[in-house]
Nanobody, 115 residues
């Protein structure tokens, strides 16, 4: 069993920055991918960014150049640094851990960007 605990969401004006954190606990395998997804009201959940244990990253086109994902394997923690935030970034952000055939989600953290 794995639990994911997110933190760092909040309210910010357009152009501002926020940093999200997600820490995994439980049985964490050596090979895994951690990532961030988001879901805005009335929309489907979408990929924001992922990072594999070997530090290879993948970003949605909409956040490339503004968001940076990173991880600390010793702490089983993934971070999402979000700069130059836009109102369209407003959503609930979810952390995800994938290992082998297992798939875990955090409870979500709200990010609100005002214009």
């Amino acid at each position: 069993q794995v639990q994911l605990v997110e933190s760092g969401g909040g309210w910010v004006q357009a152009g501002g920055s926020l940093r999200l954190s997600c820490t995994a606990s439980g049985i964490i395998l050596r090979i895994n991918t951690m990532g961030w997804y988001r879901q805005a009201p009335g929309k489907q959940r979408e990929l924001v960014a992922t990072v594999a244990r070997g530090d290879s990253t993948n970003y949605a086109n909409s956040v490339t150049g503004r968001f940076t994902i990173s991880r600390d394997n010793a702490k089983n923690t993934v971070y999402l640094q979000m700069n130059n935030l836009k109102p369209e970034d407003t959503a609930v952000y979810y952390c995800r851990l994938q290992q082998v055939l297992e798939n875990y989600w955090g409870q979500g953290t709200q990010v609100t960007v005002s214009s």
